[in-house]
């Protein structure tokens, strides 16, 4: 069963989220601000997070960068009466999966999640895959990177981030291509890819010059370098 926590301080819009999930098959969990947001994802594994972004105490996008900074892979959907395309490129490029405007349709909310969740959490029917580059092994089911001795449990952009580059080995991926494939959308934030870029250099850390190491292209993009696969 699906683990949802609903962030919103309206407890009408709590509700009316908490009764078509829950009708969906759905767990739901509730928080009414963000510091709730923040204890509730300390405590317990959360699949998939409706987020208002406007609250008082500690704000959506405040939960958001909590998210991202410790590593939680969880979905992120952004509730926001703010309609301006900024704010939703904004949000997204701080690590939002979906935006979803108010007033909004809940059978449209539950749709969007469902599809999130198929999309981030595929049936395990496929064939297990991990991909081996010198002493790298990426396990993409398990989202668990080994270099070497060192094992590094990944979220799931930083795994669909290495599973880009390994994939490419050598070839110099723009920053848009590298967007539109992780985060599907072309709206690149310099910013948030270089937090990304130096967590995933942190993990490849090796001495050897055979390393795989991630190479800046200054104005492009990125390229790994490494022994194909």
């Not at 297990?128 to 398990?142: F, G, P, Q």
């Not at 270099?147 to 991926?173: A, I, W």
């Not at 599907?184 to 948030?192: A, F, G």
Request: one cysteine or more; proline letters at 3%; a negative charge.
């Amino acid at each position: 069963m699906h683990q949802i926590l609903v962030v919103d301080d309206e407890p009408d819009i709590r509700t009316l989220i908490r009764m078509h999930l829950e009708r969906a098959g759905m767990r739901v969990i509730e928080a009414a601000s963000g510091r709730q947001a923040i204890e509730a994802l300390r405590e317990q594994p959360i699949e998939l997070m409706i987020l208002d972004l406007m609250m008082d105490d500690v704000n959506g996008f405040e939960v958001l960068q909590y998210v991202r900074d410790h590593g939680t892979d969880a979905i992120i959907i952004a509730l926001s009466a703010r309609r301006e395309v900024q704010d939703k490129i904004d949000t997204l490029g701080l690590g939002a999966d979906d935006y979803v405007t108010k007033p909004f349709s809940p059978m449209e909310l539950l749709a969007r999640a469902q599809a999130q969740l198929r999309r981030h959490r595929p049936g395990t029917s496929h064939p297990y895959e991990v991909i081996r580059m010198n002493k790298l092994a990426l396990d993409i089911d398990n989202m668990v990177l080994v270099n070497g001795s060192q094992r590094h449990e990944l979220t799931q952009y930083e795994c669909e981030l290495l599973q880009l580059f390994m994939k490419n080995p050598d070839r110099v991926l723009t920053k848009r291509d590298i967007y539109l494939h992780v985060w599907k959308h072309d709206h690149v934030n310099d910013n948030n890819l270089s937090v990304f870029m130096n967590r995933l250099r942190a993990m490849l850390d090796d001495d050897s010059d055979t390393a795989p190491q991630i190479h800046t292209v200054r104005g492009i993009g990125y390229r790994f370098s490494g022994d194909g696969i």
